[in-house]
T-cell receptor
Framework: DVKVTQSSRYLVKRTGEKVFLECVQD?????MFWYRQDPGLGLRLIYF???????EKGDIPEGYSVSREKKERFSLILESASTNQTSMYLC????????????FGDGTRLSIL | SQQGEEDPQALSIQEGENATMNCSYK?????LQWYRQNSGRGLVHLIL?????REKHSGRLRVTLDTSKKSSSLLITASRAADTASYFC????????FGTGTRLTIIP
């Protein structure tokens, strides 16, 4: 089975801090994704990566950046955390971008105080 | 809205009954996917149905797709307490667009 592991289940940070969320997948997938999930809004795509060092903006990239230095690892960076970035963050990986199943981690519930 | 609209938003049924969830959409799609999310966990892929397919089965799950009506349904037969979760309709074209989900509660 595909395993996508997110480094933290719960995280509390302060406004203005630089925050790193890490995601690792073990299935050699080319594609990895970062979403945030908010009540009433569903999942929204922040960034995705289709290869090492390659990235594409999703629907809501503002305030975020990403890094993919190794195929199995995809990091989401909040450059200067703000309270409106309090959310559930979900990482996923897939064989192809949008026509195959995506495999999700268990999420990181991030609170910015 | 470009996302799928799930109906109902919430559903409670007795264990052993069948559960049906519907999804309507407005855009063109290449595929439609259904995912399950247990409380506080990540999403789990259930079924992917392509735009040229009309029906797919997986165990107790049956998905239909009617592209002329731009609608899909997910049927869970003989429900179990473990089926309690949120179910999401996801539209696949140049990206994946997630709906807001149906919250299903199975009453033991």
């Amino acid at each position: 089975d595909v395993k996508v592991t997110q480094s933290s289940r719960y995280l509390v940070k302060r406004t203005g801090e630089k925050v790193f969320l890490e995601c690792v997948q073990d299935m050699d997938h080319e594609n990895m994704f970062w979403y945030r999930q908010d009540p009433g809004l569903g999942l929204r795509l922040i960034y995705f990566s289709y290869d090492v060092k390659m990235k594409e903006k999703g629907d809501i990239p503002e305030g975020y950046s990403v890094s993919r230095e190794k195929k199995e690892r995809f990091s989401l960076i909040l450059e200067s955390a703000s309270t409106n970035q309090t959310s559930m963050y979900l990482c996923a990986s897939a064989v192809s971008q949008f026509d195959q199943p995506q495999h999700f981690g268990d999420g990181t519930r991030l609170s910015i105080l | 809205s470009q996302q799928g609209e799930e109906d109902p938003q919430a559903l409670s049924i007795q264990e052993g009954e069948n559960a049906t969830m519907n999804c309507s959409y407005k855009t063109s799609i290449n595929n439609l996917q259904w995912y399950r999310q247990n409380s506080g966990r990540g999403l789990v892929h259930l079924i992917l149905i392509r735009s040229n397919e009309r029906e797919k089965h997986s165990g107790r799950l049956r998905v239909t797709l009617d592209t002329s009506k731009k609608s899909s349904s997910l049927l869970i037969t003989a429900s179990r307490a473990a089926d309690t979760a949120s179910y999401f309709c996801v539209l696949g074209n140049e990206k994946l667009t997630f709906g807001t989900g149906t919250r299903l509660t199975i009453i033991p």
